[in-house]
Protein backbone atom coordinates (compact mmCIF):
# COMPACT_ATOMS: atom_id res chain seq x y z
CA UNK A 1 0.00 0.00 0.00
CA UNK A 2 1.54 3.62 -0.84
CA UNK A 3 1.54 5.81 2.14
CA UNK A 4 2.57 8.87 0.12
CA UNK A 5 5.39 9.98 1.86
CA UNK A 6 5.39 13.56 2.05
CA UNK A 7 6.37 16.88 3.76
CA UNK A 8 5.11 20.54 3.55
CA UNK A 9 8.23 22.83 4.15
CA UNK A 10 6.53 26.29 5.64
CA UNK A 11 7.79 28.94 7.23
CA UNK A 12 6.60 31.46 9.88
CA UNK A 13 6.88 34.41 7.18
CA UNK A 14 7.60 35.04 3.69
CA UNK A 15 11.19 34.98 3.05
CA UNK A 16 12.14 33.05 5.92
CA UNK A 17 14.16 30.37 3.81
CA UNK A 18 11.12 27.94 2.53
CA UNK A 19 12.80 27.98 -0.75
CA UNK A 20 16.41 27.53 0.02
CA UNK A 21 15.39 24.30 2.33
CA UNK A 22 12.87 22.58 -0.13
CA UNK A 23 15.58 22.97 -3.01
CA UNK A 24 18.72 21.70 -1.05
CA UNK A 25 16.19 18.68 0.55
CA UNK A 26 14.81 17.90 -2.92
CA UNK A 27 18.44 17.80 -4.64
CA UNK A 28 19.50 15.70 -1.58
CA UNK A 29 17.38 13.38 -1.56
CA UNK A 30 17.64 13.13 -5.29
CA UNK A 31 21.44 12.06 -4.78
CA UNK A 32 20.08 9.22 -2.25
CA UNK A 33 18.75 7.75 -5.70
CA UNK A 34 14.76 9.03 -4.26
CA UNK A 35 12.28 9.92 -7.00
CA UNK A 36 11.22 13.22 -5.80
CA UNK A 37 7.91 14.66 -7.23
CA UNK A 38 8.00 18.64 -6.57
CA UNK A 39 4.96 20.69 -5.61
CA UNK A 40 4.32 24.76 -5.25
CA UNK A 41 1.69 25.92 -3.20
CA UNK A 42 0.54 29.53 -4.21
CA UNK A 43 0.71 32.04 -7.22
CA UNK A 44 4.25 31.18 -8.57
CA UNK A 45 6.73 30.26 -11.25
CA UNK A 46 9.92 30.90 -10.28
CA UNK A 47 10.39 29.35 -7.30
CA UNK A 48 8.15 26.46 -9.32
CA UNK A 49 10.69 26.23 -11.46
CA UNK A 50 13.65 26.07 -9.62
CA UNK A 51 12.01 22.89 -7.49
CA UNK A 52 11.57 21.34 -11.06
CA UNK A 53 15.11 22.05 -11.79
CA UNK A 54 16.21 20.25 -8.55
CA UNK A 55 14.01 17.38 -8.65
CA UNK A 56 14.33 16.77 -12.33
CA UNK A 57 10.51 16.44 -12.81
CA UNK A 58 7.82 18.68 -13.38
CA UNK A 59 6.63 20.85 -10.13
CA UNK A 60 2.70 20.66 -9.91
CA UNK A 61 0.60 23.62 -8.30
CA UNK A 62 -1.73 22.48 -5.38
CA UNK A 63 -3.44 26.08 -4.05
CA UNK A 64 -6.97 26.12 -2.74
CA UNK A 65 -7.65 29.34 -3.98
CA UNK A 66 -7.43 27.90 -7.64
CA UNK A 67 -8.57 24.46 -6.96
CA UNK A 68 -11.21 22.23 -4.66
CA UNK A 69 -10.39 20.47 -2.19
CA UNK A 70 -11.43 17.23 -4.57
CA UNK A 71 -9.14 18.44 -7.69
CA UNK A 72 -6.51 18.76 -4.80
CA UNK A 73 -6.49 15.45 -3.82
CA UNK A 74 -7.02 14.04 -7.54
CA UNK A 75 -4.07 15.87 -8.67
CA UNK A 76 -1.96 14.86 -5.72
CA UNK A 77 -2.71 11.50 -6.48
CA UNK A 78 -1.96 11.25 -10.38
CA UNK A 79 0.99 13.35 -10.07
CA UNK A 80 2.64 11.00 -7.28
CA UNK A 81 5.03 8.87 -9.60
CA UNK A 82 7.87 9.08 -7.33
CA UNK A 83 8.91 8.06 -3.84
CA UNK A 84 8.52 11.03 -2.06
CA UNK A 85 6.96 14.19 -2.50
CA UNK A 86 8.36 17.68 -0.93
CA UNK A 87 5.39 20.38 -0.69
CA UNK A 88 6.66 24.24 -0.39
CA UNK A 89 3.96 26.40 1.36
CA UNK A 90 4.41 30.04 0.77
CA UNK A 91 4.36 33.23 3.00
CA UNK A 92 3.45 32.49 6.78
CA UNK A 93 2.23 28.80 7.38
CA UNK A 94 -1.42 30.50 8.51
CA UNK A 95 -1.34 33.23 6.09
CA UNK A 96 -4.34 33.46 3.75
CA UNK A 97 -6.66 35.96 2.76
CA UNK A 98 -8.52 36.30 5.59
CA UNK A 99 -8.44 36.31 9.99
CA UNK A 100 -9.19 32.58 9.41
CA UNK A 101 -6.46 31.70 7.04
CA UNK A 102 -8.50 30.30 4.18
CA UNK A 103 -6.57 29.32 1.85
CA UNK A 104 -3.25 29.41 3.76
CA UNK A 105 -0.22 26.77 3.31
CA UNK A 106 -1.85 25.19 6.86
CA UNK A 107 -4.98 24.54 5.60
CA UNK A 108 -2.89 22.39 2.42
CA UNK A 109 -1.05 20.45 4.97
CA UNK A 110 -5.02 19.44 6.47
CA UNK A 111 -6.32 18.71 3.28
CA UNK A 112 -3.64 16.06 2.34
CA UNK A 113 -3.21 14.82 6.04
CA UNK A 114 0.96 15.97 5.65
CA UNK A 115 3.71 16.54 8.29
CA UNK A 116 4.94 19.88 8.11
CA UNK A 117 8.46 20.98 8.95
CA UNK A 118 8.86 24.36 9.96
CA UNK A 119 12.12 26.88 8.94
CA UNK A 120 12.29 29.24 10.94
CA UNK A 121 14.51 32.62 10.75
CA UNK A 122 16.43 32.99 14.23
CA UNK A 123 17.84 36.71 13.36
CA UNK A 124 18.13 38.28 16.29
CA UNK A 125 16.19 35.99 18.40
CA UNK A 126 16.90 33.10 20.92
CA UNK A 127 14.53 31.75 23.30
CA UNK A 128 11.61 33.61 21.77
CA UNK A 129 11.72 31.26 18.87
CA UNK A 130 10.68 28.33 21.14
CA UNK A 131 7.51 31.02 22.10
CA UNK A 132 6.97 31.52 17.96
CA UNK A 133 7.16 27.80 17.35
CA UNK A 134 4.51 26.97 20.44
CA UNK A 135 2.32 29.64 19.08
CA UNK A 136 2.01 27.79 15.06
CA UNK A 137 1.59 24.42 16.98
CA UNK A 138 -1.31 25.77 19.25
CA UNK A 139 -3.21 28.25 16.64
CA UNK A 140 -4.25 24.74 15.08
CA UNK A 141 -3.46 21.90 16.55
CA UNK A 142 -5.20 20.19 13.33
CA UNK A 143 -1.84 20.91 11.53
CA UNK A 144 0.63 18.15 12.41
CA UNK A 145 4.13 20.13 12.77
CA UNK A 146 6.79 17.56 13.16
CA UNK A 147 10.04 19.40 13.55
CA UNK A 148 11.57 22.89 13.42
CA UNK A 149 14.91 24.14 11.15
CA UNK A 150 16.46 26.85 12.32
CA UNK A 151 17.88 29.63 9.48
CA UNK A 152 20.12 32.46 9.59
CA UNK A 153 21.65 31.21 12.70
CA UNK A 154 24.81 33.03 14.31
CA UNK A 155 27.19 30.57 15.30
CA UNK A 156 26.83 27.74 17.46
CA UNK A 157 26.34 29.72 20.86
CA UNK A 158 23.05 31.04 19.11
CA UNK A 159 22.23 27.61 17.96
CA UNK A 160 22.64 26.04 20.98
CA UNK A 161 19.70 28.11 23.27
CA UNK A 162 17.54 27.70 20.48
CA UNK A 163 17.94 24.40 19.89
CA UNK A 164 17.23 23.55 23.54
CA UNK A 165 14.43 26.23 23.70
CA UNK A 166 12.16 24.48 21.00
CA UNK A 167 13.13 21.40 22.04
CA UNK A 168 12.48 21.64 25.86
CA UNK A 169 8.85 23.94 24.78
CA UNK A 170 8.03 22.21 22.47
CA UNK A 171 8.54 18.44 22.52
CA UNK A 172 9.79 19.39 18.77
CA UNK A 173 13.00 17.89 17.04
CA UNK A 174 15.35 20.77 15.66
CA UNK A 175 16.17 18.74 12.38
CA UNK A 176 18.95 21.49 11.21
CA UNK A 177 20.06 24.37 11.33
CA UNK A 178 21.81 26.58 8.46
CA UNK A 179 24.12 29.65 9.25
CA UNK A 180 23.96 33.02 7.41
CA UNK A 181 24.69 32.62 3.90
CA UNK A 182 27.06 34.88 1.95
CA UNK A 183 24.61 37.25 -0.04
CA UNK A 184 24.32 37.00 -3.63
CA UNK A 185 24.27 32.74 -3.43
CA UNK A 186 20.51 32.83 -4.82
CA UNK A 187 20.07 36.29 -6.40
CA UNK A 188 16.74 37.34 -6.20
CA UNK A 189 14.25 39.39 -8.46
CA UNK A 190 10.58 40.27 -9.24
CA UNK A 191 9.34 38.89 -5.88
CA UNK A 192 11.66 36.19 -5.80
CA UNK A 193 14.77 33.97 -7.29
CA UNK A 194 15.75 35.17 -10.73
CA UNK A 195 13.87 31.84 -13.23
CA UNK A 196 16.47 29.14 -13.39
CA UNK A 197 16.20 29.54 -17.21
CA UNK A 198 18.39 33.12 -16.27
CA UNK A 199 20.51 32.06 -14.05
CA UNK A 200 23.94 31.98 -15.38
CA UNK A 201 25.07 29.16 -13.33
CA UNK A 202 22.03 26.74 -12.32
CA UNK A 203 23.74 23.73 -12.17
CA UNK A 204 25.83 25.36 -9.21
CA UNK A 205 22.82 26.83 -7.27
CA UNK A 206 21.79 23.72 -7.12
CA UNK A 207 24.92 22.17 -5.92
CA UNK A 208 25.22 24.99 -3.53
CA UNK A 209 21.71 24.12 -1.30
CA UNK A 210 22.18 20.16 -1.42
CA UNK A 211 25.55 20.60 -0.06
CA UNK A 212 23.83 23.06 2.66
CA UNK A 213 21.25 19.86 3.44
CA UNK A 214 23.80 17.62 3.45
CA UNK A 215 25.80 19.51 6.14
CA UNK A 216 23.17 21.09 8.07
CA UNK A 217 20.15 18.62 7.95
CA UNK A 218 19.44 15.48 9.56
CA UNK A 219 17.82 14.00 6.17
CA UNK A 220 17.19 10.53 7.87
CA UNK A 221 14.99 11.99 10.24
CA UNK A 222 13.57 14.53 7.57
CA UNK A 223 12.95 11.37 5.64
CA UNK A 224 10.97 9.07 9.22
CA UNK A 225 8.66 12.10 9.22
CA UNK A 226 7.87 12.08 5.57
CA UNK A 227 7.66 7.88 5.61
CA UNK A 228 5.52 7.73 8.41
CA UNK A 229 2.89 10.07 7.00
CA UNK A 230 -0.46 8.34 7.39
CA UNK A 231 -2.04 7.72 3.75
CA UNK A 232 -4.50 10.45 2.61
CA UNK A 233 -7.76 9.66 1.99
CA UNK A 234 -7.89 9.43 -1.85
CA UNK A 235 -9.07 5.66 -1.95
CA UNK A 236 -12.14 6.74 -3.52
CA UNK A 237 -11.13 9.56 -5.76
CA UNK A 238 -12.03 8.94 -9.29
CA UNK A 239 -8.87 8.61 -11.46
CA UNK A 240 -7.96 11.27 -13.96
CA UNK A 241 -9.32 11.27 -17.68
CA UNK A 242 -7.48 9.36 -19.68
CA UNK A 243 -5.92 11.70 -22.86
CA UNK A 244 -7.88 11.58 -25.85
CA UNK A 245 -5.99 11.24 -29.12
CA UNK A 246 -5.20 14.62 -30.99
CA UNK A 247 -7.66 16.10 -32.78
CA UNK A 248 -6.11 19.82 -33.29
CA UNK A 249 -2.13 21.41 -33.02
CA UNK A 250 -1.94 23.96 -30.37
CA UNK A 251 0.92 25.59 -30.35
CA UNK A 252 3.23 26.94 -27.05
CA UNK A 253 5.61 29.49 -26.83
CA UNK A 254 8.46 28.72 -24.80
CA UNK A 255 11.69 30.85 -25.00
CA UNK A 256 13.70 32.48 -23.00
CA UNK A 257 11.06 35.84 -23.09
CA UNK A 258 8.04 32.99 -22.08
CA UNK A 259 8.16 30.29 -19.30
CA UNK A 260 5.65 30.63 -17.05
CA UNK A 261 2.90 27.89 -17.68
CA UNK A 262 1.25 25.62 -15.22
CA UNK A 263 2.64 21.67 -16.46
CA UNK A 264 -1.28 20.68 -15.31
CA UNK A 265 -2.59 23.47 -18.02
CA UNK A 266 -0.53 22.30 -20.68
CA UNK A 267 -1.71 18.52 -19.44
CA UNK A 268 -5.12 19.66 -19.25
CA UNK A 269 -5.00 20.54 -23.10
CA UNK A 270 -3.17 17.12 -24.65
CA UNK A 271 -6.26 15.39 -21.90
CA UNK A 272 -8.43 17.29 -24.34
CA UNK A 273 -7.40 16.19 -27.31
CA UNK A 274 -4.44 18.70 -28.20
CA UNK A 275 -1.23 17.90 -29.56
CA UNK A 276 1.06 20.57 -28.48
CA UNK A 277 3.93 22.14 -29.91
CA UNK A 278 6.78 24.40 -29.56
CA UNK A 279 7.58 27.49 -30.58
CA UNK A 280 10.66 30.10 -30.04
CA UNK A 281 9.78 33.72 -30.64
CA UNK A 282 12.86 35.08 -30.14
CA UNK A 283 14.70 33.15 -32.42
CA UNK A 284 11.73 31.35 -34.75
CA UNK A 285 10.82 32.69 -38.72
CA UNK A 286 6.98 31.84 -38.41
CA UNK A 287 4.23 30.23 -37.09
CA UNK A 288 3.89 26.86 -37.82
CA UNK A 289 0.94 24.82 -39.13
CA UNK A 290 -1.24 24.80 -36.17
CA UNK A 291 -4.56 25.65 -34.94
CA UNK A 292 -4.28 27.26 -32.23
CA UNK A 293 -1.59 29.25 -30.22
CA UNK A 294 -1.04 29.42 -26.45
CA UNK A 295 1.45 32.45 -24.92
CA UNK A 296 2.34 32.11 -21.46
CA UNK A 297 3.06 34.96 -19.21
CA UNK A 298 7.71 35.60 -18.78
CA UNK A 299 9.76 38.38 -19.28
CA UNK A 300 9.60 39.65 -22.23
CA UNK A 301 11.13 42.74 -21.27
CA UNK A 302 14.43 41.05 -20.88
CA UNK A 303 13.81 40.33 -24.37
CA UNK A 304 12.89 43.08 -25.64
CA UNK A 305 15.40 44.22 -28.15
CA UNK A 306 15.22 40.37 -29.50
CA UNK A 307 11.48 40.19 -29.91
CA UNK A 308 11.73 44.04 -31.73
CA UNK A 309 14.33 42.61 -33.79
CA UNK A 310 12.27 39.44 -34.79
CA UNK A 311 10.15 41.17 -37.43
CA UNK A 312 9.05 38.14 -39.71
CA UNK A 313 8.03 36.15 -36.80
CA UNK A 314 5.64 39.43 -35.20
CA UNK A 315 4.39 39.86 -38.83
CA UNK A 316 3.49 35.91 -39.21
CA UNK A 317 1.48 35.95 -35.45
CA UNK A 318 -0.19 38.89 -36.76
CA UNK A 319 -1.20 37.85 -39.92
CA UNK A 320 -2.22 34.90 -38.22
CA UNK A 321 -4.58 36.80 -35.90
CA UNK A 322 -6.10 38.36 -38.42
CA UNK A 323 -7.23 34.94 -40.35
CA UNK A 324 -9.11 33.84 -37.14
CA UNK A 325 -6.30 31.53 -35.31
CA UNK A 326 -7.46 31.69 -31.51
CA UNK A 327 -4.80 32.78 -29.44
CA UNK A 328 -4.86 32.66 -25.71
CA UNK A 329 -2.03 34.84 -24.12
CA UNK A 330 -1.59 35.42 -20.10
CA UNK A 331 0.09 38.74 -18.57
CA UNK A 332 3.30 38.74 -21.12
CA UNK A 333 1.57 36.86 -24.01
CA UNK A 334 -0.88 40.24 -23.51
CA UNK A 335 2.16 42.72 -23.64
CA UNK A 336 3.83 40.79 -26.76
CA UNK A 337 0.08 41.32 -28.28
CA UNK A 338 0.32 44.72 -27.75
CA UNK A 339 1.78 48.05 -29.61
CA UNK A 340 4.68 48.47 -27.65
CA UNK A 341 6.69 48.03 -24.71
CA UNK A 342 8.74 50.87 -23.21
CA UNK A 343 11.76 49.80 -20.75
CA UNK A 344 14.09 52.38 -19.80
CA UNK A 345 12.63 55.12 -21.93
CA UNK A 346 13.56 52.53 -25.00
CA UNK A 347 10.43 51.81 -26.64
CA UNK A 348 9.93 47.92 -28.78
CA UNK A 349 7.48 47.39 -31.37
CA UNK A 350 5.95 44.15 -30.68
CA UNK A 351 3.06 42.58 -32.99
CA UNK A 352 0.36 44.88 -32.46
CA UNK A 353 -3.26 43.33 -32.24
CA UNK A 354 -3.28 45.08 -29.18
CA UNK A 355 -3.60 49.14 -29.53
CA UNK A 356 -1.78 49.23 -25.82
CA UNK A 357 1.53 50.57 -24.63
CA UNK A 358 3.06 48.55 -21.79
CA UNK A 359 6.03 50.72 -20.04
CA UNK A 360 7.85 48.72 -17.03
CA UNK A 361 8.20 49.79 -13.91
CA UNK A 362 10.17 50.02 -10.91
CA UNK A 363 7.56 48.41 -8.62
CA UNK A 364 4.90 46.07 -9.09
CA UNK A 365 1.64 47.02 -10.55
CA UNK A 366 -0.46 44.62 -9.30
CA UNK A 367 0.45 41.30 -7.28
CA UNK A 368 -2.28 38.77 -5.92
CA UNK A 369 -5.30 36.65 -6.38
CA UNK A 370 -7.73 37.66 -9.07
CA UNK A 371 -11.66 36.81 -9.41
CA UNK A 372 -12.71 37.20 -12.78
CA UNK A 373 -16.49 37.69 -13.88
CA UNK A 374 -16.41 36.81 -17.48
CA UNK A 375 -19.33 39.21 -18.61
CA UNK A 376 -19.18 39.48 -22.55
CA UNK A 377 -19.30 36.76 -25.71
CA UNK A 378 -15.39 35.76 -26.19
CA UNK A 379 -14.20 32.66 -28.03
CA UNK A 380 -12.71 30.66 -24.70
CA UNK A 381 -14.99 31.42 -22.27
CA UNK A 382 -19.19 31.21 -21.62
CA UNK A 383 -20.45 34.54 -20.43
CA UNK A 384 -21.34 34.53 -16.64
CA UNK A 385 -18.47 32.22 -15.94
CA UNK A 386 -16.24 33.32 -12.71
CA UNK A 387 -12.37 32.10 -12.60
CA UNK A 388 -10.29 32.51 -9.91
CA UNK A 389 -6.29 33.38 -11.00
CA UNK A 390 -3.72 35.18 -10.14
CA UNK A 391 -1.71 38.63 -11.36
CA UNK A 392 2.04 39.54 -10.92
CA UNK A 393 3.69 42.29 -13.31
CA UNK A 394 5.67 45.29 -13.34
CA UNK A 395 3.96 46.30 -17.07
CA UNK A 396 1.55 49.34 -16.92
CA UNK A 397 -1.08 50.57 -19.67
CA UNK A 398 0.57 53.69 -20.11
CA UNK A 399 -1.06 54.59 -23.40
CA UNK A 400 -4.02 53.18 -25.27
CA UNK A 401 -6.51 54.01 -28.17
CA UNK A 402 -9.70 52.49 -29.97
CA UNK A 403 -10.04 50.12 -32.68
CA UNK A 404 -12.65 48.63 -34.34
CA UNK A 405 -13.91 45.12 -32.79
CA UNK A 406 -11.88 45.52 -29.94
CA UNK A 407 -13.71 44.97 -26.46
CA UNK A 408 -12.90 43.78 -22.98
CA UNK A 409 -14.27 40.62 -21.35
CA UNK A 410 -13.94 40.34 -18.05
CA UNK A 411 -14.78 42.65 -14.93
CA UNK A 412 -12.82 42.14 -12.16
CA UNK A 413 -14.49 41.22 -8.95
CA UNK A 414 -11.08 41.29 -7.01
CA UNK A 415 -7.41 42.48 -8.51
CA UNK A 416 -6.68 45.34 -10.94
CA UNK A 417 -7.07 43.80 -14.74
CA UNK A 418 -5.75 45.76 -17.39
CA UNK A 419 -7.64 49.30 -17.23
CA UNK A 420 -10.44 50.02 -14.73
CA UNK A 421 -10.85 46.86 -13.34
CA UNK A 422 -11.21 45.28 -16.70
CA UNK A 423 -9.29 42.67 -17.79
CA UNK A 424 -9.66 40.00 -20.96
CA UNK A 425 -9.03 42.18 -24.36
CA UNK A 426 -10.70 40.15 -27.15
CA UNK A 427 -10.28 40.81 -30.69
CA UNK A 428 -11.29 37.96 -33.45
CA UNK A 429 -10.25 34.98 -31.84
CA UNK A 430 -7.81 36.38 -29.42
CA UNK A 431 -8.10 37.17 -25.71
CA UNK A 432 -5.60 38.22 -23.56
CA UNK A 433 -5.17 39.11 -20.00
CA UNK A 434 -3.18 40.03 -16.97
CA UNK A 435 -4.83 36.91 -15.36
CA UNK A 436 -3.39 33.08 -15.26
CA UNK A 437 -5.63 30.82 -14.62
CA UNK A 438 -5.19 26.84 -13.30
CA UNK A 439 -7.02 24.87 -15.91
CA UNK A 440 -7.99 22.11 -13.23
CA UNK A 441 -9.36 24.98 -11.47
CA UNK A 442 -10.78 26.56 -14.39
CA UNK A 443 -12.13 23.29 -16.56
CA UNK A 444 -13.56 25.80 -19.36
CA UNK A 445 -10.48 26.75 -20.68
CA UNK A 446 -9.11 23.74 -22.39
CA UNK A 447 -12.73 22.43 -23.08
CA UNK A 448 -13.16 26.41 -24.82
CA UNK A 449 -9.35 26.29 -26.37
CA UNK A 450 -9.51 23.25 -28.05
CA UNK A 451 -13.34 23.63 -29.28
CA UNK A 452 -12.42 26.90 -31.06
CA UNK A 453 -9.12 24.82 -32.23
CA UNK A 454 -11.20 22.64 -33.96
CA UNK A 455 -13.61 25.29 -35.55
CA UNK A 456 -10.72 26.96 -36.61
CA UNK A 457 -9.49 23.69 -38.34
CA UNK A 458 -12.64 22.64 -39.95
CA UNK A 459 -12.90 25.98 -41.61
CA UNK A 460 -9.44 26.05 -42.83
CA UNK A 461 -9.32 22.57 -44.60
Known sequence: MNNYPRLVIAGVKGGSG???????????????????????????????????AAAKNPCFNLDPFFLTREKIMESFAAHFTGDITVIEGNRGLYDGMDAEGSYSTAELAKFLHSPVILIVDCTKMTRTAAAVVLGCMNLDRDVDIKGVVLNQVSGSRHESVVRQSIEKYCSLPVLGAIPRLKSGEMPERHMGLTPYQEHP??????????????????????????NSAEPPNINS???????????????VIRDSAFQFYYPENLEELERGGAELVEINAVEGERLPD??????GGGF??????????????????????????????????????????????????????????????????AHGYTIVEVKEDN??????????????????????????????????????????????????????????????????????FIKKAKEFKDKNE
Not at 317 to 339: H, I, K, N, Q, T
Not at 343 to 354: A, C, H, L, Q, W
Open 201 to 226: DTSNVLTIVEDIARKYLDLDAILGIA
Open 18 to 52: KTTLSLGLIAALKSRGLKVIPFKKGPDYIDAGWLS
Open 237 to 251: LSPMAHSLSPVVKIG
Open 290 to 295: IDGLYI
Open 300 to 365: PETNAIKLAENAGFRESVRESVERGLPVYAECGGLMFLGDSITVKGESYPMVGIFPLVFEMMERPQ
Open 379 to 448: PFYPAGTVLHGHEFHYSALVEDREKDGIYMAFGMKRGQGIKDKADGICYKNTLATYTHIHALGSPEWAAG
